[in-house]
């Protein structure tokens, strides 16, 4: 299987190599906009989840917008390759040649972070794909109002006397950066496995049956925000957001708000250096800061990766994209090029100290296996 | 009183932004679409908006509302189609709705079904779209109300309706149920991601069974099997006996019936978290219990329809009533649906209920509208469409051997798909021909992940809830609404093994050999055992403990069902054999020989892709077993290869490709 697949990659590595030559030959020819022609093609962006999503809303909100930004005003319509939580989608597009740009790919959390844990399940190779678009999503921990009172200032001592209840997606998807955040403050969190979204891991919230709980950056201005101003709800901490060089700084969205990292450091029983940081610092990157990536098969030369860096550029230099986009993805950062690059990297590259540490944690406290 | 001074008047603009002639043309529009899209099987709301939400971004608000409530309002119309001509589940909200409907159909009554369907649908509807209208602005707290326990509890009673549709031997509607929540717990579980009965090796049942599949597996490939071995037309008589009229006046005389069914529906469907696949199984139960008459059940009661019928629609107005104030969906096509309010530049929740009320009004005066455009429309059309009924089935059969195959290849869009869909149709051939209650194993399935994930919630919420103290513990467990749902779910199964064995008749089954009815049970017995050992493997308590539970109990019965067999003549009903009775063992065609076809198509698709593999399979079959002109099957080949390539087009999506196709790039669509 892998061989013949290789066998073809390299046959159609060829095959794509005079391509390029012919494309690069037409461009140079037509020596408009430098980016390749894509008039009357159909652009299939493939996403590995089902239509319901957050990733799906994402995908949505950005294929008319690049419609309008390719040279030529190419059709994009979204796929939905669901399955597995992402990780058959994300098989099916490492077996994929189609490097004229036909097809783009897009990622989330979900699929990183078996990527980083070494999940048996993953057959797919992220350095084997290009990125051209990185967008970032942020995440805020609430409290009910009696716990987030027990709370000194910065300092989350005062809640580690309490048993505390959410409801959460699994242990080894994106909500394992709130699970570790909360172990590393010193607090006893159980989590309440199998719901469906966080969605309801809010309505558990409301209900009174959860004490504790996230949401990302979208669902909590919708959802949570209306909670705090009736006084059902306080906000906690943020996870923080990403600057240019890679540091945790506040969230531009909830300035107001203190990151994880700041009640980090006011609380004796937590550390920002050392295994646990590292490690919930990796996966924080891989899941929210550089949360949903868009991707070209390897193959894709560079001609038509810089047509895409530059479509998405240009999306995001429109006028109304701060408005529009506000709306559905909130304030964060939409990276291209360098800064896509960068995200991707500290995304995906994860120091073996880190995934030992959170492969033995999720083993010890969930016995979950992931061998 | 507050509430109607809110309400009539944000009811009264709302009105007004929904009658202009843009507006109702783009909810016709709406209707429209959503009434083709459901008429095939396995497509339904989320594939109907998927095709329009891409022309939502930059409509404006009331337009874009007015075309997806239109769309999403009538597909739980329009699926009865399948449900009652031909015995497919168009989708989950028609599985009760095959059960008498179909048997109607067989009788030369599909006319009369349909009407009668399509009527209560509309009121059904109407009843949703007047209860969210009051209900949207008080029924917060009420929703709240309903934590993990009293949704665990709501799912018991759903599943305790196997009682009333066990079928003539109780212990056998047992172990298919057991069977089906078995078979629901195949994949990943959705606590901690342990595999049961998977193994990564084969990624398909990692993701587990999709309920498509194992709904037209169970329900469809053995109709279809069964009809196309007796090479006549669906009606028996080969007419058509009443007409529309009657299945309306049928409705008026069970108008009661109808209110108490939607009611059901609208609560049930208020409900986040449950989803809408239990309703019609919950108001079909309570319509036979209610019912004096119990004998015609199954055969072809009219009030088998008009029940699920009158709970589906109502449904989906109950179903927007958390989606709006929450903006949690209850549902797929709900999640598609929130996005698409989204892009028309609304965020659903509390803030648009008590900012935008206007606006959140125009969805139920669509849903209104949208009711009694499509269910009109169906009404009219029922006569005409009934007729499909009355047409030699083996010239129908081919189109739906085509239609289920590309609602199955929906799910994941691979090929095993199309194998997954043999094998259960394999197993819903057997569960069928020896009389296992295929509605009870249906119910199974379709409850079983929700019953394992509020179970397991709600014992972790409990446990620490106990931990505090005992009375903190009770009090979450015991809450008046878990107590009122317990006396239910009692008084349910009390009913049900009373009166259960009355729906199949008391007539005594076809019995044959002992040996194949024998066999199957060893085989059923022996999937539990290994499913039982598999699960004991797993580390982590909370993805054991259910299937290990569930597995026991239908071992048990298997058990005692093997005695029973052991001990019992050859003549007792346990041995049930439909191949012994006139019509199955009469037919002039065998039973392997008619799935063989089937799996033909299937087994040729994997070699050449399914364009091509279609067309081989429909001249084939058309010359062979039909024995029709080449004329004929030239124009009846050329329209279901160009109907499917419209509908892969339209919605855009590719289809199975072969082995052929990883050597030849061949163009769309035989990909």
Same mark, same amino acid.
């Given at each position: 299987?892998?061989?013949?697949?290789? %066998?073809?990659?390299?046959?159609?590595?060829?095959?794509?190599?005079?391509?390029?030559?012919?494309? %690069?030959?037409?461009?140079?020819?037509?020596?408009?906009?430098?980016?390749?022609?894509?008039?009357?093609?159909?652009?299939?962006?493939?996403?590995p989840f089902s239509?319901?999503g957050?990733?799906?809303?994402?995908?949505?909100?950005?294929?008319?917008?690049?419609?309008?930004?390719?040279?030529?005003?190419?059709?994009? =319509?979204?796929?939905?390759?669901p399955g597995a939580g992402s990780t058959a989608?994300a098989n099916?597009?490492?077996?994929?040649?189609?490097?004229?740009?036909?097809?783009?790919?897009? %990622?989330?959390g979900s699929t990183?972070f078996p990527y980083l844990l070494g999940d048996p399940r993953v057959r797919?190779?992220?350095?084997?794909?290009?990125?051209?678009?990185?967008?970032?999503?942020?995440?805020?921990?609430?409290?009910?109002?009696?716990? #987030?009172?027990?709370?000194?200032?910065?300092?989350?001592?005062?809640?580690?006397?309490?048993d505390f209840i959410w409801g959460s997606q699994g242990a080894t998807r994106l909500d394992l950066v709130a699970n570790l955040?909360w172990k590393?403050?010193?607090?006893t969190v159980d989590p309440v496995f199998g719901i469906e979204g966080r969605g309801d891991g809010?309505l558990m919230?409301?209900r009174?049956e959860a004490n504790i709980d996230?949401?990302?950056?979208?669902?909590?201005?919708?959802?949570?925000?209306?909670? =705090?101003?009736?006084?059902?709800?306080?906000?906690?901490?943020?996870?923080?957001?990403?600057?240019?060089?890679?540091?945790?700084?506040?969230?531009?969205?909830?300035?107001?708000?203190?990151?994880?990292?700041?009640?980090?450091?006011?609380?004796?029983?937590?550390?920002?250096?050392?295994?646990?940081?590292?490690?919930?610092?990796?996966f924080?990157?891989?899941?929210?800061? #550089?949360?949903?990536?868009?991707?070209?098969?390897?193959?894709?030369?560079?001609?038509?990766?810089?047509?895409?860096?530059?479509?998405?550029?240009?999306?995001?230099?429109?006028?109304?994209?701060?408005?529009?986009?506000?709306?559905?993805?909130?304030?964060?950062?939409?990276?291209?090029?360098?800064?896509?690059?960068?995200?991707?990297?500290?995304? %995906?590259?994860?120091?073996?100290?880190?995934k030992a540490f959170v492969v033995n944690w999720l083993q010890e406290d969930y016995g979950v296996s992931l061998n | 009183?507050?509430?109607?001074?809110?309400?009539?008047?944000? *009811?009264?603009?709302?009105?007004?932004?929904?009658?202009?002639?843009?507006?109702?043309?783009?909810?016709?529009?709406?209707?429209?679409?959503?009434?083709?899209?459901?008429?095939?099987?396995?497509?339904?709301?989320?594939?109907?908006? &998927?095709?329009?939400?891409?022309?939502?971004?930059?409509?404006?608000?009331?337009?874009? *509302?007015?075309?997806?409530?239109?769309?999403?309002?009538?597909?739980?119309? @329009?699926?009865?189609?399948?449900?009652?001509?031909?015995?497919?589940?168009?989708?989950t909200? @028609?599985?009760?709705?095959?059960?008498?409907?179909?048997?109607?159909?067989?009788?030369?009554?599909?006319?009369?079904?349909?009407?009668?369907?399509?009527?209560?649908?509309?009121?059904?509807?109407?009843?949703?779209?007047?209860?969210?209208?009051?209900?949207?602005?008080?029924?917060?707290?009420?929703?709240?109300?309903f934590g993990l326990p009293e949704m665990l509890m709501i799912t018991v009673l759903g599943l305790s309706m196997v009682a009333?549709?066990a079928?003539?031997?109780p212990l056998k509607g047992v172990a298919a149920a057991g069977l089906g929540l078995l078979f629901g717990t195949i994949g990943e579980s959705d606590a901690s991601g342990s595999l049961r009965m998977a193994s990564y090796d084969i990624p398909y049942l990692v993701d587990g069974l999709k309920l498509v599949i194992v709904g037209?597996g169970i329900?469809?490939?053995?109709?279809?099997?069964?009809?196309?071995?007796?090479?006549?037309?669906?009606?028996?008589?080969? !007419?058509?006996?009443?007409?529309?009229?009657?299945?309306?006046? /049928?409705?008026?005389? +069970?108008?009661?019936?109808?209110?108490?069914?939607?009611?059901?529906?609208?609560?049930?469907?208020?409900i986040p978290g449950l989803g809408?696949s239990v309703?019609?199984w919950?108001?079909?139960?309570?319509?036979?219990?209610?019912?004096?008459?119990?004998?015609?059940?199954?055969?072809? /009661?009219?009030?088998?329809?008009?029940? $699920?019928?009158?709970? +589906?629609?109502?449904?989906?107005?109950?179903?927007?009533?958390?989606?709006?104030?929450?903006?949690?969906?209850? &549902?797929?096509?709900?999640?598609?649906?929130?996005? !698409?309010?989204?892009?028309?530049?609304?965020?659903?929740?509390?803030?648009?209920?008590?900012?935008?009320? /206007?606006?959140?009004?125009?969805?139920?005066?669509?849903?209104?509208?949208?009711?009694?455009?499509?269910?009109?429309?169906?009404?009219?059309?029922? !006569?005409?469409?009934?007729?499909?009924?009355?047409?030699?089935?083996?010239?129908?059969?081919?189109?739906?051997?085509?239609?289920?195959?590309?609602?199955?290849?929906?799910s994941s869009?691979?090929?095993a798909d199309?194998a997954a869909?043999?094998a259960i149709?394999v197993i819903g051939?057997m569960l069928?021909?020896?009389?296992w209650s295929r509605p009870a194993f249906l119910i199974g399935f379709v409850l079983s992940s929700q019953a394992e994930s509020f179970a397991n919630q709600a014992v972790q919420i409990a446990t620490v809830r106990f931990k505090r103290?005992f009375?903190n513990g009770m009090?979450y467990i015991g &809450?008046?609404?878990v107590?009122?749902i317990l006396?239910?779910t009692?008084?349910?199964v009390?009913?049900?093994?009373?009166?259960?064995?009355?729906?199949?008749?008391?007539?005594?089954?076809?019995?044959?050999?002992?040996?194949?009815?024998?066999?199957f049970l060893l085989a059923v017995t022996g999937y539990t055992a290994v499913a039982i050992w598999d699960s004991a493997q797993i580390s982590v308590l909370r993805d054991k403990i259910f299937p290990i539970t569930v597995g026991l109990v239908t071992l048990v019965s298997c058990g005692v069902l093997i005695m029973?067999?052991?001990?019992?003549?050859? &003549?007792?009903?346990?041995?049930?054999?439909?191949?012994?009775?006139?019509?199955?063992?009469?037919? $002039?065609?065998? *039973?392997?020989?008619?799935?063989?076809?089937?799996?033909?198509?299937?087994?040729?698709?994997?070699?050449?892709?399914?364009?091509?593999?279609?067309?081989?399979?429909?001249?084939?079959?058309?010359?062979?077993?039909?024995?029709?002109?080449?004329?004929?099957? !030239?124009?009846?080949?050329?329209?279901?290869?160009?109907?499917?390539?419209?509908?892969?087009?339209?919605?855009?999506?590719?289809?199975?490709?072969?082995?052929?196709?990883?050597?030849?790039?061949?163009?769309?669509?035989?990909?």
């Amino acid at each position: 299987m892998t061989i013949k697949n290789t %066998t073809r990659r390299v046959a159609l590595g060829a095959v794509a190599a005079a391509a390029t030559v012919a494309l %690069t030959a037409t461009t140079a020819i037509s020596g408009g906009h430098g980016g390749v022609d894509m008039s009357g093609k159909t652009i299939e962006f493939v996403i590995p989840f089902s239509e319901s999503g957050g990733s799906a809303r994402w995908a949505n909100f950005y294929a008319p917008l690049l419609s309008e930004a390719l040279p030529g005003n190419p059709t994009v =319509v979204v796929r939905y390759r669901p399955g597995a939580g992402s990780t058959a989608g994300a098989n099916w597009f490492q077996e994929q040649d189609v490097n004229d740009g036909t097809l783009i790919f897009g %990622t989330s959390g979900s699929t990183q972070f078996p990527y980083l844990l070494g999940d048996p399940r993953v057959r797919y190779e992220y350095d084997d794909w290009q990125v051209v678009l990185a967008s970032g999503v942020g995440g805020v921990s609430y409290l009910p109002p009696d716990m #987030a009172a027990k709370m000194d200032g910065l300092d989350a001592t005062g809640l580690q006397g309490d048993d505390f209840i959410w409801g959460s997606q699994g242990a080894t998807r994106l909500d394992l950066v709130a699970n570790l955040a909360w172990k590393m403050l010193g607090m006893t969190v159980d989590p309440v496995f199998g719901i469906e979204g966080r969605g309801d891991g809010r309505l558990m919230f409301e209900r009174g049956e959860a004490n504790i709980d996230y949401q990302t950056s979208p669902a909590y201005l919708r959802s949570v925000v209306p909670l =705090v101003e009736q006084g059902l709800a306080v906000p906690m901490m943020t996870w923080g957001s990403l600057d240019d060089a890679g540091n945790i700084v506040r969230d531009p969205t909830f300035p107001d708000i203190p990151t994880f990292k700041e009640v980090c450091e006011a609380t004796p029983a937590c550390e920002t250096s050392g295994d646990a940081w590292e490690a919930w610092k990796a996966f924080f990157i891989a899941g929210f800061p #550089a949360q949903k990536m868009v991707f070209l098969p390897n193959g894709a030369d560079a001609d038509v990766v810089a047509t895409f860096s530059k479509a998405f550029q240009d999306v995001h230099a429109r006028d109304d994209f701060a408005e529009l986009s506000a709306k559905t993805l909130g304030i964060y950062p939409q990276m291209t090029e360098d800064a896509a690059q960068k995200a991707k990297d500290l995304a %995906t590259g994860v120091p073996d100290s880190a995934k030992a540490f959170v492969v033995n944690w999720l083993q010890e406290d969930y016995g979950v296996s992931l061998n | 009183m507050e509430i109607f001074a809110t309400a009539l008047p944000a *009811l009264g603009e709302a009105l007004v932004l929904i009658f202009q002639p843009q507006q109702i043309m783009y909810l016709v529009l709406g209707v429209l679409l959503g009434l083709s899209v459901g008429v095939f099987p396995g497509l339904g709301g989320i594939a109907g908006l &998927s095709l329009v939400l891409p022309f939502i971004f930059g409509m404006d608000p009331v337009s874009g *509302l007015a075309l997806m409530v239109g769309l999403i309002a009538v597909v739980p119309t @329009s699926d009865t189609f399948a449900s009652v001509l031909l015995g497919i589940p168009g989708s989950t909200a @028609s599985q009760a709705t095959v059960l008498d409907g179909f048997p109607l159909s067989k009788k030369g009554e599909a006319a009369r079904a349909l009407s009668a369907a399509f009527i209560s649908s509309l009121f059904g509807g109407l009843l949703g779209a007047i209860v969210l209208t009051f209900f949207l602005l008080i029924a917060r707290p009420l929703i709240l109300a309903f934590g993990l326990p009293e949704m665990l509890m709501i799912t018991v009673l759903g599943l305790s309706m196997v009682a009333i549709l066990a079928g003539r031997i109780p212990l056998k509607g047992v172990a298919a149920a057991g069977l089906g929540l078995l078979f629901g717990t195949i994949g990943e579980s959705d606590a901690s991601g342990s595999l049961r009965m998977a193994s990564y090796d084969i990624p398909y049942l990692v993701d587990g069974l999709k309920l498509v599949i194992v709904g037209l597996g169970i329900f469809a490939v053995p109709e279809i099997v069964a009809l196309l071995r007796q090479d006549r037309a669906i009606s028996k008589s080969g !007419g058509l006996g009443s007409g529309w009229l009657k299945g309306i006046a /049928d409705w008026f005389a +069970n108008l009661w019936l109808s209110i108490r069914s939607a009611i059901i529906g609208v609560i049930v469907g208020v409900i986040p978290g449950l989803g809408g696949s239990v309703v019609d199984w919950i108001t079909y139960g309570f319509t036979v219990q209610s019912a004096k008459d119990k004998s015609q059940f199954g055969k072809g /009661d009219i009030r088998g329809v008009i029940g $699920p019928e009158s709970s +589906n629609n109502a449904k989906e107005g109950g179903g927007l009533v958390p989606t709006l104030i929450f903006g949690i969906p209850g &549902s797929g096509s709900m999640a598609v649906f929130l996005g !698409g309010i989204a892009l028309l530049g609304y965020d659903p929740g509390p803030h648009m209920v008590r900012h935008n009320l /206007d606006i959140t009004y125009t969805i139920v005066w669509s849903l209104a509208l949208a009711n009694v455009i499509g269910a009109g429309l169906c009404i009219l059309l029922s !006569g005409q469409i009934a007729r499909l009924t009355t047409i030699r089935f083996t010239l129908v059969a081919p189109f739906l051997f085509t239609i289920i195959a590309f609602a199955a290849f929906q799910s994941s869009q691979t090929l095993a798909d199309l194998a997954a869909l043999l094998a259960i149709g394999v197993i819903g051939i057997m569960l069928r021909r020896f009389e296992w209650s295929r509605p009870a194993f249906l119910i199974g399935f379709v409850l079983s992940s929700q019953a394992e994930s509020f179970a397991n919630q709600a014992v972790q919420i409990a446990t620490v809830r106990f931990k505090r103290d005992f009375w903190n513990g009770m009090e979450y467990i015991g &809450s008046p609404i878990v107590i009122a749902i317990l006396l239910l779910t009692i008084l349910s199964v009390y009913i049900g093994i009373k009166q259960g064995k009355q729906i199949l008749g008391n007539s005594t089954p076809p019995v044959g050999d002992k040996r194949a009815p024998f066999l199957f049970l060893l085989a059923v017995t022996g999937y539990t055992a290994v499913a039982i050992w598999d699960s004991a493997q797993i580390s982590v308590l909370r993805d054991k403990i259910f299937p290990i539970t569930v597995g026991l109990v239908t071992l048990v019965s298997c058990g005692v069902l093997i005695m029973r067999m052991m001990t019992a003549p050859a &003549s007792d009903p346990v041995f049930a054999d439909l191949e012994a009775g006139d019509e199955d063992g009469a037919a $002039p065609h065998g *039973l392997w020989g008619t799935l063989a076809w089937f799996g033909f198509l299937l087994g040729l698709a994997s070699l050449v892709g399914f364009i091509i593999a279609l067309t081989i399979f429909f001249i084939a079959f058309l010359r062979m077993r039909a024995g029709v002109s080449w004329m004929q099957t !030239g124009i009846l080949t050329t329209a279901a290869v160009g109907l499917m390539c419209f509908l892969g087009g339209v919605l855009g999506r590719d289809f199975p490709p072969g082995l052929l196709q990883e050597y030849v790039d061949l163009p769309w669509p035989l990909t």
